[in-house]
């Protein structure tokens, strides 16, 4: 298996099927191994983060409690 890089940076593979199957493989294997390793070395910030989202107390404020209408006082007709 060959692999030709240029300086203008095309490259060009040479080699057998099996090869070429063998070579995307591992660059599969390799690619999802470093997304694993990003992963993983992201969790304690993650963890940190959610640890201060625990800490900080959130208040909401009472809704202003509404006032029963007044009432006309009442008036026994006799004006």
């Known amino acids: 298996m ?20 063998r070579l995307v493989f591992e660059m599969q294997a390799l690619q999802t191994l470093q997304s694993f390793r990003n992963l993983v070395e ?6 940190e983060k959610q640890q201060k989202q625990k800490e900080v107390a959130a208040t909401i404020p009472e809704a202003p409690k509404k006032r029963p209408p007044k009432r006309k006082a009442k008036t026994d007709g006799k004006t």
């Open 2 to 21: 060959t692999i030709t890089i240029y300086p203008d940076g095309h490259s060009i593979q040479q080699g057998t099927p099996e090869e070429l199957a």
């Open 42 to 47: 992201a969790i304690p910030a993650k963890m």
